[in-house]
């Protein structure tokens, strides 16, 4: 029995052939475009795609996904093109994988599996590593095949020990197998615990500031336009999932407003439950911000499947309700101007930027900032001169438009954001201190 594992993945690239089915409700070109995708993730996992085979059907075989037939037609495949792995594009049942696996003798991966694989390679921080191991250890529970048991090998030590733990007696390998999981999925569910409360700590004490999260499908531009309109240098390679980690940064608009920009993970098609769930502590940047920038890749031949995914994906997170702007990216790529077109009727509120040439995006930032001027109040302040600390408040969170220094207090007439309006409460000036 042939096995994936992290090494031999990594040294020696699989030789992975591809399944596609067209189910009765699927649209041909649907399929096609989902295949291709498929393709994408092989490649970003570091496999090499040799053969793919695709099937019609009205609904998926209870037992191998796919007919009998196709399977007899994938082992001559499998033999012929020396393939080692399988990967179906479709989420397969554990048994569906067992009896797959037991029939091809082959390493069996469906499209939740890979894109698992590829968040594995990618988790750089600790908090992306525990969230991906958890959706790991979650998925592999009930199916506990080839492709997980050096989990298990890598935990067993001698005399019948399993990671510390000695084997009940009358205990059976799988039994002992799934109390190492869940075991495991209890202890990095109590380390993603304490990183969620540090996170709701950061997020509480950074309220003062407007908080914009960077949505998209992956590959759509975000870390480019994240790293264009802060400064920073994000990695953003022209790959599926290059960016796991939100990362934060204050930017300041052309107006006297300095907001938060959190750039998020990439959502897809299909996006695994077991993903959206780990990387809840991550996710909530999106679902308590206050303006999402809906970024899309409109050169994407399958730019309005993508938008579709990508609202999915922000409804099941409970963000669908918050406040969008439509960021069309790559317009330097794009060679049918009417696509544009037509996304511009159907979102008129929308920015066409190339985040890579800089195009568009100070029309970006001027829109950014007349969204939160909107929320701007005038008010008059009588700060007494011990209170210099709120007079630079000011400065920082407003636009002052004049400064009046009295005997008994500075006389301030600003423009301020009306979620500031509470700290600075108590210092309105009556009419009599600021004729």
């Known amino acids: 029995m042939r096995e994936m594992n ?4 990594k040294t020696s690239p699989s030789r992975a052939i591809l399944v596609g089915v067209k189910l009765k409700k ?4 649907e399929m096609e475009d989902s295949l291709a995708e498929l393709e994408q993730l092989a490649d970003t996992a570091g496999m090499n795609v040799i053969g793919e085979i695709v099937q019609t059907r009205e609904s998926p075989n209870p037992t191998f996904f796919v007919g009998r037939g196709k399977i007899e037609e994938l082992q001559v495949s499998i033999e012929e093109l020396r393939a080692d792995t399988v990967i179906f594009d479709e989420d397969l049942t554990p048994a569906q994988t067992r009896n797959i696996e037991g029939a091809l003798d082959i390493v069996v991966v469906d499209r939740t599996g890979l894109i698992l694989e590829i968040f594995k390679q990618r988790a750089q921080t600790r908090e992306a590593t525990l969230q991906v191991d958890l959706a790991r250890l979650e ?10 048991s050096h989990l298990s090998r890598q935990a067993t030590g001698g005399g019948g020990r399993v990671g510390g733990a000695m084997r009940g007696e009358g205990e059976t390998q799988l039994q002992t197998d799934r109390r190492l999981i869940r075991r495991e999925i209890s202890k990095v569910k109590k380390s993603l615990q304490n990183v969620e409360t540090q996170r709701r700590i950061r997020r509480h004490g950074r309220k003062e500031m407007a908080n914009v999260s960077l949505v998209g499908y992956t590959n759509a531009g975000k870390s480019t336009l994240f790293n264009q309109l802060t400064g920073e240098n ?3 390679e022209d790959k599926l999932f290059a960016t796991l980690d939100s990362t934060t940064r204050t930017i300041k608009l052309p107006s006297h407003h300095r907001i938060l920009l959190s750039d998020t993970v990439g959502f897809i098609k299909k996006l695994p439950h077991h ?3 780990a990387f809840k502590a991550t996710l909530d940047e999106v679902a308590e911000a206050d303006l999402l920038l809906h970024v899309v890749d409109v050169s994407h031949p399958q730019v309005e499947s993508q938008i579709a995914a990508v609202n999915e994906v922000l409804d099941e997170l409970g963000a669908s309700e918050i406040p969008t702007l439509m960021v069309f990216n790559k317009i330097d790529c794009l060679e049918n101007e009417a696509v544009l077109c037509l996304l511009r009727s159907r979102y008129p509120e929308s920015v066409n930027i190339s985040a890579r040439c800089g195009e568009g995006l100070s029309a970006l930032r001027m829109e950014l900032a007349n969204r939160f001027a909107e929320d701007d109040v005038d008010v008059a302040l009588a700060l007494p001169y011990s209170e210099g600390k709120k007079l630079d408040f000011v400065y920082k969170h407003g636009e002052v438009l004049d400064v009046n220094y009295q005997s ?9 954001p009306e979620r500031h309006l509470g700290r600075l409460k108590r210092f309105v000036a009556t009419p009599e201190e600021h004729s």
Do not use: C, N
């Open 6 to 9: 992290e090494t031999t993945w």
């Open 139 to 148: 998925y592999a529970l009930p199916r506990l095949t080839r492709m997980w």
């Open 275 to 277: 993903l959206v769930a």
């Open 26 to 29: 699927d649209m041909t070109h």
């Open 408 to 416: 008994a207090a500075i006389v301030v007439k600003a423009k301020i």
């Open 234 to 236: 994000r990695e953003a």
